[in-house]
Nanobody, 119 residues
Framework: QVQLVESGGGLVQAGGSLRLSCAASGSIFSINSMGWYRQVPGKQRELVATITSGGSINYADSVKGRFSISRDNAKNTVYLQMNSLKPEDTTVYYC?????????????WGQGTQVTVSS
């Protein structure tokens, strides 16, 4: 069993910053990519940023230059530094990780953390 525990969401004014954290624990052999996604009610979950175990990074165009993803492989933890936040960034953010367990790779999700940006 693998668990992803997120923290760091909250309420911030437009232009402010928040830092999200996601720690993976459990029967982990290796973690391939880790990342952050967000989902507005009624819409599909969308990629925000991902980072591989080797450090390759991918950002959604809407967050490039404002958000920064990083990873501590020793702690199985991924971070998302969000700067210059906009009201349209308001939604639930989910941590996702492709984890290899007993020879098979699965996609796991955290429970989600709410980010609210007031105008």
């Amino acid at each position: 069993q693998v668990q992803l525990v997120e923290s760091g969401g909250g309420l911030v004014q437009a232009g402010g910053s928040l830092r999200l954290s996601c720690a993976a624990s459990g029967s982990i052999f290796s973690i391939n990519s880790m990342g952050w996604y967000r989902q507005v009610p009624g819409k599909q979950r969308e990629l925000v940023a991902t980072i591989t175990s080797g450090g390759s990074i991918n950002y959604a165009d809407s967050v490039k230059g404002r958000f920064s993803i990083s990873r501590d492989n020793a702690k199985n933890t991924v971070y998302l530094q969000m700067n210059s936040l906009k009201p349209e960034d308001t939604t639930v953010y989910y941590c996702g990780a492709h984890v290899t367990v007993r020879g098979a790779t699965f996609l796991y999700w955290g429970q989600g953390t709410q980010v609210t940006v007031s105008s």
